[in-house]
């Protein structure tokens, strides 16, 4: 699963106080049900980190080197709409050459879907996903891989209801204000293009900025408590755009394109792109949703150990290094943003650094 091995696509949450001591015997009271009855319903339930139908739940399996480790299987039955469509039309087929006729109406056709759609669900496979979470005590976050509105959504309800806890999503604002106790619906758009005031989005600026760094200041870097720093920031490049929709540049050297320097100077900003950080030979990437701090892909560096516990525990220190240095580094913009001189001074480098970027046209 994604925690234990190769890419992860992750969120971040604020886990506001502690969970129940009975955490693992709530969880295992709302493990998944049996599929063999399912229909067309969808169902939700807690299973180990083992596999999408792993029932067992508790400290043996579900609490890997201290963290709490379980997935929330969605399970539900459906026919491809490929054979759907097969199986309807060779049952209007039948039906009009019973009834010599060459057409068939709405409401007759609306039928024999449905009973096909009756026929076929029971012979069909349970489709199973899984939303897997990891929960650090230790540091009161909860890292879940919940990507889209509607799994996340499902998980949060199902995650409340077992452990009676609301979590904090780990978005641009929130963690301002728990790194630096800064408000960022105070803040006003720097406005990198001059005589440019859009509303104000601290996540793109963030990436922004983290562009800026990579590339007017050669993407070195010093953290207070993670060290040295190399960054990076790559294409495929998406900007904002937000009447007229999204902006992607992705062709040819989106980094030096004519397309880019033209939605730079418009005063488009950065909402999603590639990061990668690196101290050492260790490395880290992914593709930074600038928008909810959503990580997509994220790549760790390699582990050494051979054995489950230690690959999985492993990759959870590397995880919570990039954690760490990626707040610190929105840490040290969300204080440059919060400070008069340094945030007229950043407005000014970065407007220069805009100005005088490199571009060349794309070639067809």
């Known amino acids: 699963m994604s925690f234990e091995s190769g890419s992860v696509s992750l969120r971040m949450f604020y886990v506001p106080k502690e969970l129940p001591d009975d955490i693992l015997e709530r969880f295992a ?17 807690w299973v180990g980190p083992r596999h999408l139908l792993d029932r067992e739940i508790s400290e043996d399996n579900a609490l890997p080197g201290g963290y709490l480790r379980l997935t929330l299987t969605q399970a539900q039955r459906k026919i491809p709409t490929a054979l759907l469509r097969a199986e309807c039309r060779i049952e209007e087929m039948v039906w009009m050459a019973a009834e010599q006729r060459d057409y068939i109406n709405r409401q007759t056709r609306s039928e024999i879907k449905k009973e096909v759609t009756e026929k076929l669900l029971p012979q069909m496979p349970p489709t199973l996903k899984g939303i897997d979470f990891v929960y650090d005590r230790a540091h009161g976050l909860l890292y879940v891989t919940a ?28 963690m301002a204000w728990q790194l630096a106790q800064s408000r960022t619906d105070s803040w006003h758009s720097l406005g990198f ?29 010093n953290l207070p408590e993670s060290g040295p720093f190399a960054m990076l920031v790559e294409g495929p490049l998406q900007f904002d755009q937000e009447e007229q929709g999204e902006i992607v540049i992705r062709k040819g050297e989106p980094m030096v394109s004519a397309e880019t320097r033209a939605a730079l100077l418009s ?24 928008d909810e701090f959503i990580f997509r892909g994220l790549k760790l560096p390699k582990t050494e150990a051979y054995d489950v516990l230690g690959k999985f525990t492993e990759r959870m220190e590397f995880l919570e290094t990039f954690r760490i240095a990626f707040g610190e580094l929105y840490k040290q913009f969300v204080e440059q943003r919060d400070s008069d001189a340094a945030r007229e001074n950043l407005r000014t480098e970065m407007r220069e650094w805009i100005r005088t970027r490199p571009a060349r046209k794309t070639e067809d």
């Open 29 to 45: 009271e709302h493990t998944i049900g049996s599929v063999d009855t399912l229909r067309d319903e969808e169902i939700h339930g």
């Open 267 to 290: 005063g488009k900003k950065l909402r999603r792109a590639k990061l990668t950080l690196a101290r050492g030979e260790e490395i880290w990437n992914c593709t930074l949703d600038a």
């Open 147 to 174: 990507m889209s509105e509607k799994q996340l959504d499902a998980f949060l309800i199902n995650f409340t209801l077992v452990a009676g806890v609301q979590l904090v999503a780990a978005d641009p604002a929130a």
């Open 193 to 221: 293009a001059a005589d440019q005031w859009a509303d104000c989005a601290p996540g793109r600026e963030f990436l922004m900025w983290l562009w800026f760094i990579s590339e007017a200041k050669g993407g070195e870097i």
